[in-house]
């Protein structure tokens, strides 16, 4: 059987660090990272793909577009 599983992707050159991301996700797996991308900025991350959603919250509260939800299909 075929199960569907989501998890964000971040663009992390168009991040700018305001950390809106993390206060949404129910999950609480999105967090700021160490990493600092081209713009100087401290990026945001997923700490645990697997324990995702797909509620999208995260990706519709950032303003500059960083993140997507890609949706997989896991045959079992
Ligand atoms: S889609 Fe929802 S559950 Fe998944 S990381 Fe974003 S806010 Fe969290
Ligand atoms: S809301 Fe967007 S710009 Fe802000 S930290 Fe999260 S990914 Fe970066």
Known sequence: MA???????FKEDRCKGCALCTT???????????RINKKGYFVSTVT???????CTF?????????????REKKEE
């Not at 199960?3 to 992707?9: L, Q, T």
């Not at 645990?48 to 797909?54: L, W, Y």
């Not at 995260?58 to 890609?70: G, T």
């Open 48 to 54: 645990d793909k697997s324990a995702c959603i797909g």
């Open 3 to 9: 199960k569907a599983f989501s998890y964000p992707v």
């Open 58 to 70: 995260c990706a519709r509260i950032c303003p500059d577009v960083v993140i997507e939800i890609h």
């Open 24 to 34: 949404v996700c129910p999950r609480d797996i999105v967090k700021m990272s160490d």
